[in-house]
């Protein structure tokens, strides 16, 4: 039930894009979003809820794909801040009292 | 801006001692979660609890552990003998008005079983 994410690390140069990936073997009813940087608690950047919907924070955004029951999260113009591993958790139509995670990104930013 | 208080932030016990996480969520919310985090890995969750109801567990949550909201602002998370492979980093979070709100989580509390 675990979503799975690719890549699994990224390694960028300031100003570069990304793109992580998440799917799921099972129909969505939602996917979060959280960035976690190390040591600290994963922080919340945006919650999808529709088919087809796409959603933007910044030059972060993220787009949904109900009929593949995918998400991908899109950082454009990437910034130093950017930096830390990138959770989607995913609520399934059956399950959807509980947040599942998929294993991470992790994004690197170098100067 | 409200947020996800947790107490304490590093527990260290012996194995086989009863701990006690403790958890404020933010006050107008409703649902309330237990995640844990092994170093290095992903977020798994643990339990989910509304109007002071289990709602879902995880298989990671088994008679050890327990929850509780005591009163109207905390919640806690028991664990009555705890083994080694309980050290982790344990998150609590909330969300407001139905399951598929945003969850905020807490800054954790590190659990070291020695």
């Known amino acids: 039930q675990q979503p799975v994410q690719s890549p699994q690390a990224v390694i960028l140069r300031e100003g570069e894009d990304a793109v992580i990936n998440c799917s799921s073997s099972k129909a969505l009813y939602s996917v979060h979003w959280y960035r976690q940087k190390h040591g600290e608690a994963p922080v919340f950047l945006m919650i999808l809820l529709k088919g087809g919907e796409q959603k933007g924070h910044e030059k972060i955004s993220a787009s949904f794909n109900e009929k593949k029951q995918q998400s991908s999260l899109y950082l454009t113009a990437s910034q130093l801040s950017y930096s830390g591993t990138y959770f989607c958790g995913i609520m399934t139509v059956q399950g959807a009292q509980k947040l599942v995670f998929g294993q991470g990104t992790r994004l690197t930013i170098n100067p | 801006e409200p947020e996800v208080t947790q107490t304490p932030s590093h527990q260290v016990t012996q194995m086989g001692q009863e701990v006690i996480l403790r958890c404020v969520p933010i006050s107008n919310h409703l649902y309330f979660y237990w995640y844990r985090q092994i170093l290095g890995q992903k977020v798994e969750f643990l339990v989910s609890?509304?109007?002071?109801?289990?709602?879902?567990k995880s298989e990671i949550f088994d008679d050890q552990f327990s929850v509780e909201r005591p009163d109207g602002s905390n919640f806690t998370l028991k664990i009555r003998s705890t083994k080694l492979e309980d050290s982790a980093m344990y998150f609590c979070?909330?969300?407001?008005?139905?399951?598929?709100?945003?969850?905020?989580f807490g800054p954790g509390t590190r659990l070291t079983v020695l």
């Open positions: 979070a909330s969300s407001q008005g139905s399951w598929a709100d945003t969850q905020y």
């Open positions: 609890f509304y109007n002071n109801e289990i709602s879902e």
